[in-house]
């Protein structure tokens, strides 16, 4: 049986496939500048993944964007 994605996972990869997508970056390169996985950039963004917070800093700044950006309207429920 499928589990559910937690709907805050689910928005905090939205988020980052949107800043990635409005600013022409692949997620290969997205990755690659984030010391990360495209795998795991891949996985964050469909919500299969909690990125930690270091992580996810490391996204923020690849994207040249605050964290505070990445979660935006991410809640949990």
């Known amino acids: 049986m499928m589990k559910d994605k937690e709907p805050a996972l689910v928005r905090l990869g939205e988020n980052i496939r949107l800043i990635r997508k409005e ?3 692949s997620q290969e390169e997205l990755a690659h500048q984030a010391c990360l996985d495209r795998t795991y950039v891949s996985g964050v963004e469909r919500g299969d993944r909690n990125p930690t917070v270091l992580s996810s800093l490391k996204i923020a700044k ?16």
């Open 23 to 25: 600013k022409g970056i």
């Open 62 to 77: 690849a994207l040249d964007v605050d964290l505070a950006e990445l979660v935006k309207e991410v809640t949990s429920a």
